[in-house]
């Protein structure tokens, strides 16, 4: 795979959001709405081309997953580009589904590539534990938990899972994939769901509007491991486990029967992070070698993100 664009080629990077209820993931599906396939489909329309138009993601989320910072790349003929560019964005903003959104559209810097220059990805996954359940408005986008969480114990079995390791009792199994991944960062907090709205008032009272949000960072994820690392942790949350339950999980390197994948609409991707520009290059090659821990035999192609 080469590390930019053809000759006489253009990498652009967008950044884009999208509503994931309606769409059958980001990979496009034959005789599935998808992401990717609105994405292409518009550009290819707005750019008047009859040429193939291939974007490459930063993280192929999956069906009734969100995004509000996701970055994608796409090589187009430099001419092309050049007498499109301009105006560009907002023909597609007028030729986009309302339940996707691209926010800019520029022209990449050498080495740049939307998957394998990312050093790491943030996700959110939003709950609500009031009694009541969840706030209609926001019910596309919030999982209900039926029992009160205890957000200290969750913050002390998170730092349990921190660092790298092999995730494979949290991933959806890929045959020859590895499930080697750093977890950089993993916490859970209350917020408000909407902080600029006034207090709830009423029988209700403030709760009904709170959240318990978690924010999971990492170099790459596997197959449903954001969603598998939450269950574990709502076990612990709501007192049905220990706090050191969810690090016994990753031990056992299996799936755990226990463990349910939490829903997808409670998760959102929320941003991506790159290296400075100069370290592109180098970051983009580094990401595409086998990962494994120490001691352990390389094997596989490099890893989902």
Do not use: I
Not at 24 to 42: F, K, L, M, N, Y
Not at 174 to 200: I, Q
Not at 238 to 257: K, Q, W
């Amino acid at each position: 795979m080469p590390d930019g664009p053809a000759d006489g080629a253009v990498r652009v990077r967008l950044d884009l959001a999208y509503d994931g209820t309606d769409f059958s993931g980001w990979a496009r599906q034959p005789g599935r709405r998808t992401v990717q396939g609105e994405v292409e489909d518009a550009l290819r329309t707005v750019l008047r081309t009859g040429l193939p138009v291939e974007l490459t993601v930063a993280g192929r989320t999956d069906a009734g997953v969100h995004a509000r910072g996701q970055v994608a790349h796409v090589d187009l003929p430099a001419e092309l580009w050049e007498a499109h560019r301009e105006k560009l964005r907002r023909r597609l903003a007028g030729r986009l589904p309302a339940d996707v959104r691209v926010w800019s559209l520029t022209e990449a810097p050498h080495g740049f590539d939307a998957r394998f220059a990312a050093v790491w990805r943030r996700y959110a996954y939003r709950v609500a534990d009031h009694p009541g359940g969840v706030d209609p408005l926001r019910r596309g986008h919030v999982l209900w938990h039926d029992r009160p969480l205890d957000v200290d114990a969750m913050n002390e079995a998170a730092a349990l899972l921190l660092g790298e390791h092999d995730f494979a009792a949290y991933c959806k199994k890929r045959e020859g994939a590895t499930t080697v991944r750093t977890l950089l960062e993993l916490g859970w907090e209350r917020t408000p769901a909407d902080p600029h709205a006034s207090p709830a008032t009423g029988p209700a009272g403030p709760a009904a509007t709170g959240l318990v949000v978690a924010t999971v960072r990492a170099d790459a994820f596997c197959h449903n491991m954001v969603r598998a690392l939450v269950g574990a942790m709502l076990l612990v949350g709501d007192g049905r486990r220990p706090v050191g339950f969810p690090g016994e999980v990753l031990a056992g390197r299996v799936r755990n029967s226990a463990v349910n994948v939490v829903r997808p609409h409670g998760l959102t991707l929320e941003e991506v992070g790159y290296p400075a520009d100069g370290l592109l290059m180098e970051r983009n090659r580094t990401a595409r070698r086998m990962r494994t821990l120490p001691g352990a035999a390389p094997a596989g192609p490099a890893p989902r993100l």
